[in-house]
Antibody, heavy 120, light 109 residues
Framework: EVQLVQSGAEVKKPGESLKISCKGS????????IGWVRQMPGKGLEWMGI????????RYSPSFQGQVTISADKSISTAYLQWSSLKASDTAMYYC?????????????WGQGTLVTVSS | DIQMTQSPSSLSASVGDRVTITCQAS??????LNWYQQKPGKAPKLLIY???NLETGVPSRFSGSGSGTDFTFTISSLQPEDIATYYC???????????FGQGTKVEIK
């Protein structure tokens, strides 16, 4: 079964750093793009960026460029989303999702989400 | 950047009703348009890809159409389990970017 399993909820203070993870299983991790999507409380979906674990080719939404870092470790089939200095406005649910090979930039497998709360 | 305008933002319909949601792109996106369903507390689920293709395992009461700038998502006969928020998503490759619509919350009347 194809699965993406994300790391657990985090509670952090403003200014702290954070790295959350997304582990893929049941498929060839290096052959599919993995994207990250933010959902702020009560709000819609925002695409943050995407990585191809095979060669670590990474693309960012202009809205998130410079704000976060997306990476992957193909040896352990895991993608990451990290912040160097969190802000209260980073409080959100974060989803990783795998692109399908059969469509243009659509995501047919999603992680369960990681809730990040940033509060002093 | 390409802007997506999704409407309505919410709707209320009866079981068995036909429900239609639209997404309009600010410029031609060919058929690079996908539709997702998100139930409360859950991750989104892909329903329709490349404007009109039904994802495997998705009930046939869901459908999509359109190309260029105007797209439509339809539930032919609304069921209680269809209560959710629906999002369109477009892809632009210059520069690589993906934008979701604002979402449409579907409720039962």
């Amino acid at each position: 079964e194809v699965q993406l399993v994300q790391s657990g909820a985090e509670v952090k203070k403003p200014g702290e750093s954070l790295k959350i993870s997304c582990k893929g299983s049941g498929y060839s991790f290096t052959s599919y793009w993995i994207g990250w999507v933010r959902q702020m409380p009560g709000k819609g979906l925002e695409w943050m960026g995407i990585i191809y674990p095979g060669d670590s080719d990474t693309r960012y939404s202009p809205s998130f460029q410079g704000q976060v870092t997306i990476s992957a470790d193909k040896s352990i089939s895991t993608a990451y989303l990290q912040w160097s200095s969190l802000k209260a406005s980073d409080t959100a649910m974060y989803y990783c999702a795998r692109q399908s090979l059969f469509c243009t930039s659509c995501y047919n497998t999603w992680g369960q989400g990681t809730l990040v709360t940033v509060s002093s | 950047d390409i802007q997506m305008t999704q409407s309505p933002s919410s709707l209320s319909a009866s079981v068995g009703d036909r429900v239609t949601i639209t997404c309009q792109a600010s410029q031609d996106i060919s058929n690079y348009l996908n539709w997702y369903q998100q139930k409360p507390g859950k991750a989104p689920k892909l329903l329709i890809y490349d404007a009109s293709n039904l994802e495997t395992g998705v009930p046939s009461r869901f459908s999509g159409s359109g190309s260029g700038t105007d797209f439509t998502f339809t539930i032919s006969s609304l069921q209680p389990e269809d209560i959710a928020t629906y999002y369109c998503q477009q892809y632009d490759n210059l520069p690589p970017n993906t934008t979701f619509g604002q979402g449409t919350k579907v409720e039962i009347k």
